[in-house]
């Protein structure tokens, strides 16, 4: 089914490991975008890019590194991860802006550091 | 700067009756907004979006938004609530000439049979 890929569905770190979050898209969007969505704060943008090899910060970028080498995938690299990065994350993607039929969503990746 | 509010975290309504779901929002110039819902476990799905045009957006499953410039609102609404209905319910609010959206922090709504 076409839509957005989100690999692993559940992950817990210690503290101070590392991790990529998958994110793969079959739409040939040229917009990605990291979201994490905390209780009571709603999502925020961590990271986003508009076509391959373009990336750009979002409202809380530290702490994430992202790269966009494909117009498909759109990884998401944890380094030394904390416990204040214990959240939802979701990737999701659009062809153009504004989006004409909104984002299309991830299922999510749940991530406890602990 | 952009800004959404959504000034209840809850919403509360009997089945059957019609639901508001309350959006204020805050941006230079015209605003591109968005209404989107999540189920338990789910990624956010989009209802519909007002970009221009007529101010009585209709969406998805039986969804419609109103805009309302001098408010600077896009309330949700339904006029009769489903027991299906329940979920998380985020609006969200574009600038013009930006790249992405900005959420705001969600209303649970819970229908109650």
């Known amino acids: 089914n076409a839509g957005v890929t989100q690999t692993p569905k559940f992950r817990i770190l210690k503290i101070g490991q590392s991790m990529t979050l998958q994110c793969a898209q079959d739409m040939n969007h040229n917009y990605m975008y990291w979201y994490r969505q905390d209780p009571g704060m709603g999502l925020k943008l961590i990271y986003y890019s508009v076509g391959a090899g373009i990336t750009d910060k979002g409202e809380v970028p530290n702490g994430y590194n992202v790269s966009r080498s494909t117009t498909e995938y759109f990884p998401l690299r944890l380094e030394l991860a904390a416990p204040s990065q214990t959240s939802v994350y979701f990737c999701a993607s659009t062809d153009r802006q504004p989006p004409p039929g909104g984002y299309t969503f991830g299922s999510g990746t749940r991530l406890t550091v602990v | ?113």
């Open chain 2, 1 to 113: 700067a952009q800004s959404v509010a959504q000034p209840e975290d809850q919403v509360n309504v009997a089945e059957g009756n019609p639901l508001t779901v309350k959006c204020t929002y805050s941006v230079s110039g015209n605003p591109y907004l968005f209404w989107y819902v999540q189920y338990p476990n789910r990624g956010l799905q989009f209802l519909l979006k007002y970009i221009t045009g007529d101010n009585l957006v209709k969406g998805s499953y039986g969804f419609e938004a109103e805009f309302n410039k001098s408010q600077t609102s896009f309330h949700l609404k339904k006029p009769s609530a489903l027991v299906s209905d329940s979920a998380l319910y985020f609006c969200a609010v574009r600038r013009t000439g930006a790249n992405n959206l900005f959420f705001g922090t969600g209303t649970r709504l819970t229908v109650i049979p």
